[in-house]
């Protein structure tokens, strides 16, 4: 896992500098070995950004990246020319229903209001094949310095709001306080092993109240009323 986060932290900083996480040890990253092992599928990255993590998936896969950024679009089609963009609102995509494989909805969950995130989770689930593999990452609104932030949530409410659309597992990812109550993540991450104690952690539900964010792979659910 350090080596795969070192190849995207590289990737990031040399093709948009600009557009990166700007945390070394974001849940994001987690998700990428799960991607580098699709093949043959169809996949969906919603708010591609740069297009960094379409960019890890094998060639067989049809790629597909929607965002409202066209800077960020324009980008993404240089690294990855195979991949089909466009320039597209998480609450009404221009797919057809049941579509894709894979849905990645990582780093979008906290950007609308809480009354329109259930639009967005709406437009993840029609767009998902049925059983259809379902990737989330946000921040938790519980961890120190996101307590102020109305838009993001906590583990209950991701549970309340991904409860009518998938069936899934919630892990929480990096529980050790931020900076200056702890060291930053920019040092924390070059210590050995790190990784593999954020993960074992992560399956740890009491610590969840204290992590950095959820990391979520869900399958689509039954179809909504």
């Keep these: 896992m350090k080596q795969i986060a070192k190849e995207v932290v590289r990737k990031w900083k040399t093709c948009a500098p600009q557009f990166w996480w700007g945390n070394r040890l ?3 990253f987690y998700v990428i070995p799960k991607l580098r092992q699709v093949k043959n599928k169809k996949i969906l990255d919603i708010g591609c950004n740069a297009g960094i993590m379409l960019s890890e998936l094998d060639e067989s896969n049809l790629k597909v990246g929607a965002d409202l950024s066209g800077e960020a679009l324009k980008i993404a089609q240089k690294i990855i020319p195979d991949a089909s963009l466009s320039l597209a609102d998480m609450y009404k995509l221009p797919y057809p229903d049941a579509f894709f494989d894979v849905v990645i909805f990582c780093g979008m969950l906290e950007v609308p209001p809480w009354e329109r995130k259930r639009k967005a989770l709406e ?6 094949k049925d059983g259809g593999v379902f990737l989330l990452t946000t921040p938790n609104r519980n961890y120190w310095a996101y ?18 659309f998938f069936q899934f597992d919630i892990k929480g990812l990096n529980p050790f306080p931020p900076f200056p109550f702890f060291m930053p993540n920019r040092i924390l991450a ?4 790190i990784w593999g104690i954020i993960l074992f952690l992560a399956k740890h539900k009491r610590l969840f109240d204290y992590c950095h964010s959820f990391y979520v792979e869900g399958k689509k659910a039954s179809p909504l009323n």
């Design 26 to 28: 974001d849940s994001r």
């Design 147 to 164: 307590r102020d932030n109305k838009n993001m949530v906590n583990y209950e409410e991701l549970n309340k709001l991904l409860g009518p």
């Design 190 to 193: 070059k210590i050995p092993g």
């Design 123 to 128: 437009e993840a689930h029609r767009v998902l």
